[in-house]
């Protein structure tokens, strides 16, 4: 018996807001198998996942490290009517960095701040609180991947390149006034 078929049998709401729940419930429980047949099954029956639905979708995807699959869900609500809003960027910037995708965490940081989106407390922790100063060139790694170089990129990029690196030796913390 589908999900589907026990919540029409127990007279649940068949709802994209009731999906969402189990989506997020399966995901948090690390059952990404389920939280994607229900994703894909909830469409199959006419129920168009919103942005809230993606996102919660997509935070599942990037905690079980399936940051293509996170990628492509991305990709397509770009490509449909419903586009990212502030949250679903701030959820790949973090996925990206736990997933250790520097490089196309600070792309999505910069397309979220093109957009007018800002950082949620979570991500700004990433950029803000990690102080860190690692033994590589910062700004030439940055020229050699075609990023941009503003404060910005360089604070993002040296906390969590020293945040994937923690524990290392080539990472120190400064401390600033």
């Known amino acids: 018996m589908t999900l589907f078929q026990c ?86 910037v973090r996925g990206l960095v736990c997933n250790r995708k520097i490089l196309r965490a600070v792309e999505y940081k910069n397309e979220m701040v093109a957009r007018g989106f800002c950082a949620d407390a979570s991500t700004a922790e990433l950029f803000v609180h990690r102080q860190f100063f690692a033994t590589i060139d910062p700004k030439g790694f940055m020229r050699k991947h075609g990023l941009e170089i503003m404060t910005s990129n360089y604070i993002f990029l040296i906390s969590q390149l020293c945040f994937s690196l923690a524990g290392a030796s080539c990472c120190r913390v400064i401390h600033h006034r």
């Open 7 to 92: 919540m029409e049998e127990k007279k649940l709401p068949l709802d994209i807001v009731t999906c969402s729940i189990f989506i997020e419930g399966m995901c948090k429980a690390g059952n990404l198998a389920a939280a994607k047949e229900l994703f894909l099954e909830s469409s199959l029956r006419g129920l168009q996942p919103n942005v809230r639905t993606c996102t919660i979708m997509i935070n599942g995807l990037l905690s079980g490290g399936l940051v293509g699959e996170a990628l492509t869900l991305f990709g397509e609500m770009e490509e449909s009517v419903r586009l990212p809003n502030s949250c679903m960027y701030n959820t790949m």
